[in-house]
């Protein structure tokens, strides 16, 4: 099966730019999608598609993907912004489809 | 407005079954696929499976974990889908939400919208 890994933990300052990424074997060929979930919420979709932003998401929020690496990137980061953030891929083997995450990266607002 | 609106969790002992309903409006359900994710208290996230669209003829894939035990159905009469979760066991204990599903540049999906969830707990 494909595996997906996301630091655990992420830490920034407010107006500071927060990094978070997800590693796997060719993800760079991949669309990776990211979600974020406040505490007691349900997730949200922030980036999709590697680098697209759904409506209602701030510019501040932007992706990418290359290599073996996808990164969604915060900029000016707001108290609001803390969260867990989860990366999700598709792995296709050759009888079945499968939703892979990376685990969950936990941003905290210094 | 888009929304989705979970049902019918609640506690269950583990062998049984249960069937979890997902209320739909704002949208016209049968142009969608949805999506199925589940979460383990304190946990991340776990895909469950989908139902491909109208155009794809319904068509599901489950994950591994769920496979053989869990259905996803949909009714576009009412834009309701469901998640019916037979021979439970006490690892399927969790907060089902239930998403709309859009194709991402692969070709599989993304889940665009989510509803609040229903809790699940099996005991044994």
């Known amino acids: 099966s494909y595996v997906v890994t996301q630091s655990p933990s992420v830490s920034v300052a407010p107006g500071q730019t927060a990094r978070i990424t997800c590693g796997g074997n060719d993800i760079g060929i991949k669309s990776v999608h990211w979600y974020q979930q406040k505490s007691g919420q349900a997730p949200v979709l922030v980036v999709y598609d590697d680098s697209d932003r759904p409506s209602g998401i701030p510019e501040r929020f932007s992706g990418s993907n290359s290599g073996n690496t996808a990164t969604l990137t915060i900029n000016r980061v707001e108290a609001g912004d803390e969260a867990d953030y989860f990366c999700q891929v598709w792995h296709s083997n050759r009888d079945h489809l499968e939703v892979v995450f990376g685990g969950v990266t936990k941003l905290t607002v210094l | 407005e888009v929304q989705l609106v979970e049902s019918g969790g609640g506690l269950v002992k583990s062998g049984r079954s249960l069937r979890l309903s997902c209320t739909t409006s704002g949208f016209t359900f049968g142009d969608y696929a949805m999506s199925w994710f589940r979460q383990a208290p304190g946990k991340g996230l776990e895909w469950v499976g989908f139902?491909?669209?109208?155009?794809?003829?319904?068509?599901?894939q489950y994950a591994a974990s769920v496979r053989g035990r869990f259905t996803i159905s949909g009714d576009d009469s009412n834009s309701i889908a469901y998640l019916q979760m037979d021979s439970l066991k006490t690892e399927d204990t969790g907060l089902y939400y239930c998403t709309r599903a859009r194709r991402d540049t692969s070709g599989y999906y993304y889940s665009d919208v989510w509803g609040q969830g229903t809790l699940v707990t099996v005991s044994s």
């Open positions: 139902i491909r669209s109208r155009a794809y003829r319904g068509a599901t």
